[in-house]
């Protein structure tokens, strides 16, 4: 292995240590900065630290068993017979079809690198991944029992399709997958690594008995793979939930603009699960704009500081790039939008 292939993988095992002395480091200062007691901030982020984790490891363990069942049981002509070849449809049936596999922020990125290595259309890939947190029945019926049958509920899921079918389609037009997806990504035949290749042939299907110990065995190593992403996620965004004062961005949440923005920003942060987001964003009614809440409640599940640390076990660094800034500038411009023109 020459020096250029050995660098990343020395980095991707380097980066969990990093991360832990950055959070350790952050904490020292918070300490030594506010002269607050140290007992105190320790506890509020291992709290924080511990709450997001427990919330979001279910969910992963959800997404690698899926994946799991499909390296094993689905075959690339499957996914070629399933979807359809032109581009809209084709994206539009990647935004539906977190109906077909519900898993939130945290389970879908495990599920798409696998539905990639089957050769799953890149946009249909993005637009699954932007769309499933919030476009699946588990979601559904938490937005109907927080919001009930309303302009949140309904704007929600519009909302989120519209930006989920857009950005896909972008990558549609002109992205190419070697240019874009993380070589163990990509189908063996374009280039990818073929790391967790089943064995079996892609015209025969194992029997379920047969299958099940290659279904547990991937599903073990995507969960380790994709859990230390989870780990570091979950680090920054309890040292952001303890450092950043949410009083702060309560304040700054008045008026059709700023609110928006903030509430994008506390969604980033606060990294909570879709499936549950809906109960907290209800506290937010009253204190912040209608535009502002259906912000928080589109941007957060497509992009939060745990998934984009997840997206980068898919994507290249600037693909992900663009996957946080085009559904940050297109529900942020609904959010104002709608803060301008509906009142709710």
């Known amino acids: 292995m020459d020096a250029t292939k050995k660098f990343p993988s020395i980095m991707r095992r380097l980066i969990l240590p990093i991360a832990l002395f950055a959070v350790v480091a952050l904490l020292l200062v918070a300490v030594l900065g506010t002269g607050r007691d140290a007992a105190t901030i320790i506890n509020i982020f291992s709290t924080r630290f ?163 110990p290659s279904v547990m065995e991937h599903a073990t190593n995507e969960f380790f793979e994709m859990g230390r992403y989870l780990i570091i996620g979950s680090l920054l965004a309890a040292t952001m939930q303890t450092l950043v004062s949410q009083e702060v961005l309560l304040a700054l949440g008045q008026g059709p603009v700023v609110s928006v923005l903030v509430m994008q920003v506390l969604a980033f942060i606060l990294s909570v699960c879709s499936t549950v987001d809906a109960f907290l964003a209800l506290a937010f009614v009253g204190t912040f704009t209608g535009g502002s809440i259906l912000a928080f409640l589109t941007f957060g599940p497509m992009v939060d500081i745990k998934s984009t640390l997840m997206f980068l076990g898919v994507f290249k660094r600037k693909t992900v790039a663009y996957l946080i800034l085009l559904p940050l500038l297109m529900t942020m411009l609904v959010g104002i939008w709608v803060n301008l023109n509906i009142r709710m």
């Open 50 to 212: 511990l709450g997001i984790f427990i919330e979001a490891v279910p969910f992963l363990l959800l997404g690698t068993l899926v994946s799991g069942l499909l390296e094993v049981f689905v075959r690339p002509e499957d996914i070629a017979r399933f979807v359809p070849r032109r581009a809209l449809p084709a994206t539009i049936t990647g935004t539906l079809m977190g109906f077909a596999f519900p898993v939130c922020e945290c389970g879908v990125v495990p599920v798409v690198r696998r539905l990639y290595h089957k050769g799953l259309p890149m946009s249909v890939g993005v637009a699954f991944l932007l769309a499933a947190p919030v476009m699946n029945p588990i979601v559904l019926l938490s937005t109907y029992a927080a919001f009930g049958l309303g302009p949140v509920l309904i704007g929600r899921f519009v909302i989120t399709a519209v930006v989920a079918a857009g950005v896909g389609l972008v990558f549609a037009l002109g992205a190419r997958p070697q240019e874009v997806l993380q070589p163990q990504s990509l189908m063996p035949v374009m280039g990818g690594s073929g790391e967790g290749a089943s064995g079996v042939l892609p015209s025969q299907r194992p029997t379920l008995r047969a299958g099940l």
